[in-house]
Protein backbone atom coordinates (compact mmCIF):
# COMPACT_ATOMS: atom_id res chain seq x y z
CA UNK A 1 0.00 0.00 0.00
CA UNK A 2 1.39 3.56 -0.49
CA UNK A 3 1.80 6.26 1.68
CA UNK A 4 -1.20 7.79 -0.13
CA UNK A 5 -3.50 4.81 0.21
CA UNK A 6 -2.11 4.57 3.69
CA UNK A 7 -3.34 7.94 4.27
CA UNK A 8 -7.11 7.95 2.82
CA UNK A 9 -7.81 4.35 4.75
CA UNK A 10 -6.49 5.90 8.13
CA UNK A 11 -8.60 8.73 7.48
CA UNK A 12 -11.84 6.62 6.51
CA UNK A 13 -10.79 3.99 9.52
CA UNK A 14 -11.24 7.39 11.79
CA UNK A 15 -14.26 8.86 10.07
CA UNK A 16 -15.97 5.61 10.96
CA UNK A 17 -14.50 4.83 14.12
CA UNK A 18 -15.47 8.38 15.47
CA UNK A 19 -18.94 8.36 15.70
CA UNK A 20 -18.91 12.57 16.17
CA UNK A 21 -17.11 12.96 12.63
CA UNK A 22 -19.76 10.81 10.27
CA UNK A 23 -22.49 13.79 10.01
CA UNK A 24 -25.30 12.85 7.92
CA UNK A 25 -27.38 15.89 7.06
CA UNK A 26 -30.58 15.50 5.23
CA UNK A 27 -30.04 11.70 4.34
CA UNK A 28 -26.81 12.25 3.02
CA UNK A 29 -23.18 11.33 4.78
CA UNK A 30 -20.77 14.29 5.51
CA UNK A 31 -17.06 14.65 6.24
CA UNK A 32 -14.87 17.65 7.54
CA UNK A 33 -13.50 19.36 4.17
CA UNK A 34 -10.49 20.02 6.22
CA UNK A 35 -9.73 16.22 6.95
CA UNK A 36 -10.31 15.21 3.35
CA UNK A 37 -8.19 18.22 1.89
CA UNK A 38 -5.21 17.35 4.70
CA UNK A 39 -5.24 14.00 3.21
CA UNK A 40 -5.00 15.39 -0.38
CA UNK A 41 -2.12 17.74 0.32
CA UNK A 42 -4.24 20.15 -0.12
CA UNK A 43 -4.69 23.56 2.70
CA UNK A 44 -8.16 24.75 4.15
CA UNK A 45 -8.30 28.28 5.13
CA UNK A 46 -11.79 30.40 5.55
CA UNK A 47 -11.99 33.45 3.26
CA UNK A 48 -12.99 36.94 3.71
CA UNK A 49 -16.25 37.10 6.27
CA UNK A 50 -16.42 33.48 7.27
CA UNK A 51 -18.86 31.85 4.24
CA UNK A 52 -16.18 30.85 2.05
CA UNK A 53 -13.66 28.57 2.85
CA UNK A 54 -10.48 27.46 0.29
CA UNK A 55 -8.59 24.68 -0.19
CA UNK A 56 -5.41 24.86 -2.06
CA UNK A 57 -1.84 24.19 -2.79
CA UNK A 58 0.58 24.84 -5.85
CA UNK A 59 -1.99 23.69 -8.46
CA UNK A 60 -5.30 23.25 -7.30
CA UNK A 61 -7.65 26.17 -5.75
CA UNK A 62 -11.03 24.83 -4.60
CA UNK A 63 -13.45 27.66 -3.17
CA UNK A 64 -16.89 26.49 -1.30
CA UNK A 65 -19.54 28.52 -0.61
CA UNK A 66 -20.88 27.86 3.00
CA UNK A 67 -24.60 26.65 2.84
CA UNK A 68 -24.87 26.71 -0.48
CA UNK A 69 -23.89 24.68 -3.96
CA UNK A 70 -21.34 26.61 -5.46
CA UNK A 71 -18.20 25.40 -5.96
CA UNK A 72 -15.11 27.03 -8.27
CA UNK A 73 -12.78 24.00 -8.92
CA UNK A 74 -9.83 25.75 -10.68
CA UNK A 75 -11.90 28.82 -11.68
CA UNK A 76 -14.94 27.33 -12.93
CA UNK A 77 -17.75 27.31 -11.15
CA UNK A 78 -19.45 23.66 -10.62
CA UNK A 79 -22.88 22.67 -8.94
CA UNK A 80 -22.75 20.22 -6.02
CA UNK A 81 -25.05 17.98 -5.17
CA UNK A 82 -25.70 18.89 -1.55
CA UNK A 83 -24.79 22.59 0.13
CA UNK A 84 -21.19 22.45 2.04
CA UNK A 85 -22.06 22.82 5.93
CA UNK A 86 -20.84 24.59 8.39
CA UNK A 87 -20.94 22.34 11.92
CA UNK A 88 -19.89 24.89 14.56
CA UNK A 89 -16.88 26.22 12.54
CA UNK A 90 -16.08 22.98 10.52
CA UNK A 91 -17.30 22.82 7.60
CA UNK A 92 -18.66 19.74 6.18
CA UNK A 93 -18.80 18.09 2.44
CA UNK A 94 -20.80 15.51 1.32
CA UNK A 95 -19.36 12.17 0.71
CA UNK A 96 -21.52 11.99 -2.85
CA UNK A 97 -20.19 15.04 -3.70
CA UNK A 98 -16.28 14.49 -3.30
CA UNK A 99 -16.54 11.27 -5.22
CA UNK A 100 -18.85 12.70 -8.28
CA UNK A 101 -18.08 16.15 -8.31
CA UNK A 102 -14.35 17.04 -6.58
CA UNK A 103 -12.38 13.62 -7.15
CA UNK A 104 -13.58 12.82 -10.95
CA UNK A 105 -12.11 16.95 -11.32
CA UNK A 106 -8.99 16.55 -9.69
CA UNK A 107 -7.90 13.04 -10.15
CA UNK A 108 -9.52 12.03 -13.98
CA UNK A 109 -6.96 9.48 -14.54
CA UNK A 110 -8.40 7.30 -11.49
CA UNK A 111 -12.26 8.21 -12.38
CA UNK A 112 -12.55 8.26 -16.27
CA UNK A 113 -11.66 5.25 -18.43
CA UNK A 114 -9.55 6.09 -21.23
CA UNK A 115 -10.44 5.56 -24.77
CA UNK A 116 -9.97 6.92 -27.81
CA UNK A 117 -11.98 9.57 -29.66
CA UNK A 118 -13.22 9.40 -33.38
CA UNK A 119 -16.87 9.60 -33.79
CA UNK A 120 -18.85 12.62 -32.31
CA UNK A 121 -22.73 12.88 -31.79
CA UNK A 122 -23.99 16.42 -32.05
CA UNK A 123 -27.16 17.38 -31.09
CA UNK A 124 -28.70 20.69 -32.58
CA UNK A 125 -31.45 21.43 -29.73
CA UNK A 126 -35.19 21.33 -31.00
CA UNK A 127 -36.17 21.44 -34.67
CA UNK A 128 -39.95 21.42 -36.79
CA UNK A 129 -42.71 22.20 -34.74
CA UNK A 130 -40.41 22.44 -31.60
CA UNK A 131 -39.02 26.02 -32.15
CA UNK A 132 -37.09 25.95 -29.08
CA UNK A 133 -36.89 29.45 -26.76
CA UNK A 134 -38.32 32.36 -28.70
CA UNK A 135 -36.86 35.90 -28.51
CA UNK A 136 -38.82 38.13 -30.86
CA UNK A 137 -38.62 36.79 -34.12
CA UNK A 138 -35.41 34.50 -33.06
CA UNK A 139 -36.22 30.98 -32.77
CA UNK A 140 -33.76 29.35 -31.00
CA UNK A 141 -33.87 25.95 -33.22
CA UNK A 142 -32.29 28.27 -36.03
CA UNK A 143 -29.51 29.33 -34.40
CA UNK A 144 -28.59 25.85 -32.48
CA UNK A 145 -29.00 24.21 -35.87
CA UNK A 146 -26.62 26.78 -37.31
CA UNK A 147 -23.64 26.80 -34.14
CA UNK A 148 -24.00 22.51 -34.73
CA UNK A 149 -23.06 22.86 -38.31
CA UNK A 150 -20.13 25.00 -37.46
CA UNK A 151 -18.99 22.97 -34.78
CA UNK A 152 -19.56 19.75 -37.22
CA UNK A 153 -17.12 21.50 -40.01
CA UNK A 154 -14.35 22.26 -37.32
CA UNK A 155 -14.59 19.09 -35.95
CA UNK A 156 -14.08 17.33 -39.11
CA UNK A 157 -10.76 19.78 -39.91
CA UNK A 158 -9.62 18.17 -36.60
CA UNK A 159 -10.00 14.32 -38.16
CA UNK A 160 -13.38 13.09 -36.16
CA UNK A 161 -16.41 11.63 -37.32
CA UNK A 162 -19.09 13.72 -37.20
CA UNK A 163 -22.88 12.70 -36.69
CA UNK A 164 -25.92 15.21 -36.21
CA UNK A 165 -28.94 13.97 -35.12
CA UNK A 166 -30.79 16.72 -37.77
CA UNK A 167 -29.58 18.79 -40.23
CA UNK A 168 -32.26 20.51 -41.68
CA UNK A 169 -35.15 22.45 -39.75
CA UNK A 170 -37.17 19.04 -38.97
CA UNK A 171 -38.59 17.67 -35.54
CA UNK A 172 -36.75 14.88 -33.72
CA UNK A 173 -38.13 12.80 -31.02
CA UNK A 174 -35.91 13.43 -27.88
CA UNK A 175 -35.06 9.21 -27.52
CA UNK A 176 -34.36 9.08 -31.07
CA UNK A 177 -31.19 11.87 -30.60
CA UNK A 178 -29.77 9.56 -27.78
CA UNK A 179 -30.53 6.55 -29.46
CA UNK A 180 -29.16 7.74 -32.56
CA UNK A 181 -25.68 7.96 -30.95
CA UNK A 182 -25.92 4.50 -29.42
CA UNK A 183 -26.66 2.72 -32.53
CA UNK A 184 -23.74 4.21 -34.53
CA UNK A 185 -20.95 3.83 -31.53
CA UNK A 186 -20.78 7.27 -31.00
CA UNK A 187 -17.87 8.22 -28.74
CA UNK A 188 -19.37 11.89 -27.02
CA UNK A 189 -22.53 13.20 -27.48
CA UNK A 190 -22.93 17.14 -27.72
CA UNK A 191 -26.16 18.91 -26.99
CA UNK A 192 -26.55 22.45 -28.35
CA UNK A 193 -28.60 24.68 -27.00
CA UNK A 194 -29.44 28.73 -26.15
CA UNK A 195 -31.04 29.57 -22.94
CA UNK A 196 -34.21 31.89 -22.04
CA UNK A 197 -35.65 33.63 -19.04
CA UNK A 198 -38.78 35.28 -17.99
CA UNK A 199 -37.09 37.20 -15.66
CA UNK A 200 -33.80 39.50 -14.93
CA UNK A 201 -33.63 39.54 -19.02
CA UNK A 202 -31.11 42.13 -18.71
CA UNK A 203 -28.58 40.71 -15.96
CA UNK A 204 -28.66 37.08 -16.43
CA UNK A 205 -26.41 35.66 -19.00
CA UNK A 206 -23.42 33.38 -19.97
CA UNK A 207 -23.18 29.82 -20.90
CA UNK A 208 -23.87 27.08 -18.73
CA UNK A 209 -22.92 23.22 -19.32
CA UNK A 210 -25.34 20.24 -18.15
CA UNK A 211 -24.20 16.57 -17.47
CA UNK A 212 -26.00 13.78 -15.64
CA UNK A 213 -27.30 14.35 -11.75
CA UNK A 214 -25.42 11.67 -9.78
CA UNK A 215 -27.63 8.62 -8.32
CA UNK A 216 -29.15 9.51 -4.95
CA UNK A 217 -28.97 13.63 -5.43
CA UNK A 218 -31.28 16.10 -7.15
CA UNK A 219 -30.30 18.29 -9.73
CA UNK A 220 -29.10 21.73 -10.37
CA UNK A 221 -31.27 22.82 -13.27
CA UNK A 222 -34.18 25.22 -12.74
CA UNK A 223 -36.50 22.81 -12.68
CA UNK A 224 -34.83 20.20 -11.12
CA UNK A 225 -36.01 17.09 -9.83
CA UNK A 226 -35.42 14.93 -6.56
CA UNK A 227 -33.19 12.79 -5.56
CA UNK A 228 -35.44 9.52 -5.58
CA UNK A 229 -34.42 8.76 -9.41
CA UNK A 230 -32.89 5.68 -10.41
CA UNK A 231 -29.79 4.63 -12.13
CA UNK A 232 -30.12 5.33 -15.66
CA UNK A 233 -27.21 4.77 -18.67
CA UNK A 234 -26.12 8.01 -18.60
CA UNK A 235 -24.75 7.53 -14.95
CA UNK A 236 -22.76 4.67 -16.52
CA UNK A 237 -20.52 7.69 -18.16
CA UNK A 238 -21.00 9.79 -15.06
CA UNK A 239 -17.20 10.96 -14.34
CA UNK A 240 -16.43 11.22 -18.58
CA UNK A 241 -19.41 13.13 -18.96
CA UNK A 242 -18.40 15.40 -15.86
CA UNK A 243 -15.16 16.20 -16.98
CA UNK A 244 -15.69 16.55 -20.26
CA UNK A 245 -18.57 19.24 -19.50
CA UNK A 246 -15.92 20.47 -16.89
CA UNK A 247 -13.60 21.11 -20.48
CA UNK A 248 -15.91 22.64 -22.67
CA UNK A 249 -17.32 25.32 -19.60
CA UNK A 250 -13.68 26.14 -18.62
CA UNK A 251 -13.24 26.70 -22.45
CA UNK A 252 -16.31 28.72 -23.52
CA UNK A 253 -15.69 30.99 -20.11
CA UNK A 254 -12.25 31.31 -20.71
CA UNK A 255 -12.36 32.71 -24.59
CA UNK A 256 -15.42 34.50 -24.62
CA UNK A 257 -14.94 35.96 -21.24
CA UNK A 258 -18.28 35.39 -20.75
CA UNK A 259 -20.04 34.93 -17.31
CA UNK A 260 -19.53 31.54 -15.61
CA UNK A 261 -22.83 30.05 -15.09
CA UNK A 262 -21.03 26.62 -14.25
CA UNK A 263 -21.08 23.02 -14.71
CA UNK A 264 -24.49 21.87 -13.59
CA UNK A 265 -26.21 18.37 -13.17
CA UNK A 266 -30.05 17.36 -14.85
CA UNK A 267 -31.63 14.55 -15.78
CA UNK A 268 -32.58 15.31 -19.73
CA UNK A 269 -33.82 13.09 -21.89
CA UNK A 270 -31.16 13.21 -24.35
CA UNK A 271 -28.35 12.97 -20.36
CA UNK A 272 -30.14 9.82 -19.63
CA UNK A 273 -30.21 7.46 -22.20
CA UNK A 274 -26.92 8.78 -23.71
CA UNK A 275 -24.82 5.24 -23.44
CA UNK A 276 -21.40 7.56 -23.59
CA UNK A 277 -19.81 10.97 -22.01
CA UNK A 278 -22.51 12.95 -22.92
CA UNK A 279 -23.09 17.31 -22.13
CA UNK A 280 -25.79 19.40 -23.35
CA UNK A 281 -24.47 23.25 -23.44
CA UNK A 282 -26.87 26.19 -23.21
CA UNK A 283 -24.63 28.72 -25.10
CA UNK A 284 -25.76 32.03 -23.61
CA UNK A 285 -28.86 33.45 -23.09
CA UNK A 286 -31.20 34.72 -26.57
CA UNK A 287 -33.40 36.88 -23.88
CA UNK A 288 -30.36 39.14 -22.67
CA UNK A 289 -30.22 42.24 -24.78
CA UNK A 290 -26.57 42.15 -25.31
CA UNK A 291 -25.92 37.82 -25.61
CA UNK A 292 -28.72 37.66 -27.57
CA UNK A 293 -27.36 40.00 -30.44
CA UNK A 294 -24.37 38.33 -30.38
CA UNK A 295 -25.80 34.54 -30.43
CA UNK A 296 -27.93 35.79 -33.99
CA UNK A 297 -24.38 36.42 -35.17
CA UNK A 298 -22.34 34.51 -37.63
CA UNK A 299 -19.06 36.03 -36.17
CA UNK A 300 -20.03 35.23 -32.59
CA UNK A 301 -21.19 31.44 -33.01
CA UNK A 302 -17.84 31.02 -35.07
CA UNK A 303 -15.92 31.58 -31.67
CA UNK A 304 -18.74 29.57 -29.78
CA UNK A 305 -17.85 26.47 -32.17
CA UNK A 306 -14.56 26.94 -31.70
CA UNK A 307 -14.62 26.95 -27.78
CA UNK A 308 -16.49 23.99 -27.76
CA UNK A 309 -14.42 22.31 -30.15
CA UNK A 310 -11.22 23.58 -27.65
CA UNK A 311 -12.82 22.17 -24.89
CA UNK A 312 -13.79 18.44 -26.13
CA UNK A 313 -10.00 18.23 -27.56
CA UNK A 314 -8.81 19.29 -23.89
CA UNK A 315 -10.90 16.45 -22.85
CA UNK A 316 -9.62 14.28 -25.57
CA UNK A 317 -5.75 14.81 -24.49
CA UNK A 318 -7.19 13.74 -20.95
CA UNK A 319 -8.50 10.41 -21.50
CA UNK A 320 -6.46 9.56 -24.84
CA UNK A 321 -5.70 5.62 -23.83
CA UNK A 322 -1.71 5.51 -23.63
CA UNK A 323 0.05 3.96 -26.59
CA UNK A 324 1.24 4.59 -29.95
CA UNK A 325 -1.29 6.87 -32.08
CA UNK A 326 -3.58 4.93 -34.25
CA UNK A 327 -1.81 3.99 -37.96
CA UNK A 328 -2.92 6.83 -40.88
CA UNK A 329 -5.28 4.74 -42.91
CA UNK A 330 -4.50 2.47 -46.19
CA UNK A 331 -4.71 3.48 -49.26
CA UNK A 332 -7.50 1.39 -49.98
CA UNK A 333 -9.60 2.86 -47.07
CA UNK A 334 -8.17 6.67 -48.16
CA UNK A 335 -9.89 6.00 -51.54
CA UNK A 336 -13.27 5.54 -50.28
ZN1 LIG B 1 -33.17 24.35 -25.94
Redesign the pocket.
Known amino acids: MNRKFALLAALGFAVRAVPAMAVVINGHSYVPLADWARANGLKCNWLGSGDKIVATNRTTRLVFDVDARDAEINGVQVALSCPVANAQGTPLIAQLDLDTAIRPLLFPERYVAPRSIRTICLDP??GGKDT??RAGWHY??VY?LALAAEVRDQLRKDGFNVLMTRTRDTYVDLPVRPALANRRGADLFVSL???ATETGRNEVKGPETYCITPVGASSSNARGEGSEYGPTTGNRNESGSLLLAYQVQKSLVRSLAVEDRGVRRARFAVLRDAAMPAILV?CGYMTHPVEGRKIYSDAYRHGLAQAIVRGILAYQRLTTPPGPPQPPATNHQAMK
Open positions: GHGNEKTHFNE
